[in-house]
């Protein structure tokens, strides 16, 4: 079955420290690839998205995620993490020819002053 | 501006009393659908649907209906709920004529049944 791992449901950084959220893809055949954020008490919002145009992806608020087919893996970088940042992050995914999209269980971010 | 509109947001109700939770989309798009949020589990869709008077069941439909007379409007209907109906929904809308479109989200309706 199709499926999408977020690994850690919680992760924790520093201000200013790399913010990295990892996420796995279970086809081989290249997909798109979505990373949605939801602040508390609001829906979700695309912070970026995969559609095989170029493999790194930069999205809003100085998020990147890297498309890497060998490793069928979307992972979401932000090189300086700010207070505003803390949320939950979804990874989802596409699959060519469907029309559902289907979302990973979501890692939420803390940031530390 | 281009909106999701759910109502509404938070609702308190007993087991049995049935509830509509609707939802409104100014976007012109003839998808919409239905996600329920609980920890641990991310998204899981209800319902969705492909364009007036179509629709299909996603991965967790018990206990949920649907109705999409109008484009615009996709109310998610809940004949007798229980309390593990508590969740947080949300309705969602994608321009399908995009294939790599994105969905747009509405606030999400949070429902509590006791």
């Known amino acids: 079955a199709q499926s999408v791992t977020q690994l850690g449901s919680h992760v924790s950084v520093s201000e200013g420290a790399l913010v990295l959220l990892r996420c796995n893809y279970s086809?081989?055949?290249?997909?798109?690839l979505f990373w949605y954020v939801q602040y508390p008490n609001q829906g979700l919002q695309l912070l970026l998205k995969?559609?095989?145009?170029?493999?790194l992806v930069k999205g809003i608020n100085g998020f990147e995620a890297e498309f890497k087919k060998s490793e069928t893996s979307f992972h979401l970088t932000k090189p300086s993490a700010h207070m505003s940042d803390a949320a939950e992050y979804f990874c989802?995914?596409?699959?060519?020819?469907?029309?559902?999209?289907?979302f990973g269980a979501g890692t939420r971010l803390f940031v530390k002053a | 501006e281009a909106q999701v509109t759910q109502n509404p947001r938070y609702l308190i109700t007993v087991t049995g009393k049935k509830l509509t939770v609707t939802c409104s989309q100014n976007?012109?798009?003839?998808?919409m659908s239905w996600y329920r949020q609980d920890p641990g589990l991310g998204l899981r869709q209800i319902y969705y649907?492909?364009?007036?008077?179509?629709?299909d069941k996603g991965d967790v439909p018990e206990g949920y209906k649907v109705s999409r007379k109008e484009k615009r409007n996709f109310p998610l209907i809940l004949e007798s709920p229980s309390p593990n109906q508590t969740s947080l929904y949300f309705c969602?809308?994608?321009?399908?004529?995009?294939?790599?479109?994105?969905?747009?989200f509405g606030e999400g309706s949070r429902l509590t049944v006791l």
């Open positions: 989802a995914v596409l699959y060519t020819g469907g029309f559902k999209t289907i």
């Open positions: 086809s081989s055949v290249p997909p798109y």
């Open positions: 995969y559609t095989s145009a170029a493999t």
């Open positions: 976007m012109n798009h003839e998808y």
């Open positions: 649907s492909m364009n007036v008077e179509v629709t």
């Open positions: 969602a809308t994608k321009n399908d004529r995009v294939n790599t479109g994105e969905l747009f």
